[in-house]
């Protein structure tokens, strides 16, 4: 059974700072992997997806690599600011109906 | 306007009372899934359906029911059976494109079931 962990649970920055989220999975065997942004008491927000062939994807300051044969994938963020401050989850695709496996999230919080 | 809308945003259920939360999607997705998520955790996959009049059961089916009976539309009843409800629900769609591994899944903004 696919499990994700996402470490640290908790994050604290100050603005400006380049930071690093992580993401592990237990099955290698993935269609893709999704990064999300989740805000308190709304829905998730798609960030970034790589497919399983892929490395690395970018959008604006943030950039997500997959290395899918060790199970890892980071999620960069370049330059904080306040407005950052989310929780940010990991999810991988992976089964016959290619359903999403969570991990239980990083709270990230940018302080001005 | 394209898009997941899910309602109510907020809703109240004393016991032994079954309830039914909407999600529409109008992006002609054939996929439609439902999660729970709980306080500090993340999602999880209670059922899902890849086209209509077809359904599958997630990680946390007992206590649910879902039907597909429209494309755009795919409700979830919380039933007297499930023990502890109280939770923040989320449906999500994706297109199915079976050879590609390209599958996207777009989010509602929830519903919070409270049990009184």
């Known amino acids: 059974k696919q499990e994700v962990t996402q470490i640290p649970a908790a994050l604290s920055v100050p603005e400006g700072e380049n930071l690093v989220l992580n993401c592990s999975f237990t099955?290698?065997?993935?269609?893709?992997l999704q990064w999300f942004r989740q805000d308190p008491g709304k829905g998730l927000t798609s960030l970034l997806l790589?497919?399983?062939?892929?490395r690395e994807q970018t959008s604006g300051r943030l950039n997500a690599s997959l290395d899918k044969s060790s199970g890892r994938s980071t999620l960069y963020i370049a330059a904080s600011q306040p407005g950052d401050s989310a929780t940010y989850l990991c999810a991988v695709s992976s089964g016959s109906a290619r359903q999403l496996t969570f991990g239980s999230g990083t709270q990230l919080t940018v302080l001005p | 306007d394209g898009g997941i809308t899910q309602s109510p945003k907020y809703l109240f259920r004393k016991e032994g009372q079954n309830v039914t939360l909407s999600c529409e999607q109008n992006l002609n997705h054939d996929a439609m899934y439902w999660y729970r998520q709980d306080p500090g955790q993340g999602l999880r996959l209670i059922y899902y359906?890849?086209?209509?009049?077809?359904?599958q059961k997630g990680d946390i089916a007992e206590g649910y029911s879902v039907s597909r009976e429209k494309k755009e539309s795919f409700p979830l009843t919380v039933t007297s059976a499930q023990k502890n409800p109280t939770a923040f629900y989320l449906c999500a769609s994706s297109i199915v494109r079976q050879s590609s591994r390209y599958n996207e899944q777009f989010f509602g903004p929830g519903t919070r079931l409270t049990v009184l």
């Open positions: 359906s890849q086209i209509v009049n077809d359904f």
């Open positions: 099955d290698s065997a993935i269609y893709n």
């Open positions: 790589i497919q399983s062939s892929q």
